[in-house]
């Protein structure tokens, strides 16, 4: 089992950089590929991308394509999303989570195969 504590949210204006990070805890984090979700108020889950067990393979959904970079470090147990000129529709709960029992070089796209998920970090963006 893995546990995730999304942290790096915050309130920040149109154009602005974050830097999210999810810090797992236990000693199979390589096992895992992960996903970053994000959540606005009234919406459906959406996943905004996903990172294979190895880091060699990364899906972007069209809304950050370009904007937002994926990227984990297995001997620090932590997987990050950087986002570039964020955007008010970026502001929504960001979660990450984990999926196991995935080949190394495969992308997890439904959340239904992911088993573990963070607490969420609030992320703003006023314009």
């Known amino acids: 089992q893995v546990q995730l504590v999304e942290s790096g949210g915050g309130l920040v204006q149109l154009g602005s950089s974050l830097r999210l990070s999810c810090a797992a805890s236990?000693?199979?984090?390589?096992?895992?590929?992960m996903g970053w979700f994000r959540q606005a108020p009234g919406k459906e889950r959406e996943l905004v991308a996903a990172?294979?067990?190895?880091?060699?393979?990364?899906y972007y959904a069209d809304s950050v394509k370009g904007r937002f970079t994926i990227s984990r470090d297995n001997a620090k147990n932590t997987v990050y999303l950087q986002m570039n000129s964020l955007k008010p529709e970026d502001t929504a709960v960001y979660y990450c989570?984990?999926?196991?029992?995935?080949?190394?070089?495969?992308?997890?796209?439904?959340?239904?195969?992911?088993?573990?998920w963070g607490q969420g970090t609030q992320v703003t963006v006023s314009s």
């Open positions: 989570a984990a999926a196991p029992r995935i080949e190394p070089t495969v992308l997890v796209y439904y959340d239904g195969g992911y088993d573990y």
């Open positions: 990172i294979s067990r190895s880091g060699s393979t990364k």
């Open positions: 236990g000693r199979t984090f390589s096992m895992y590929a």
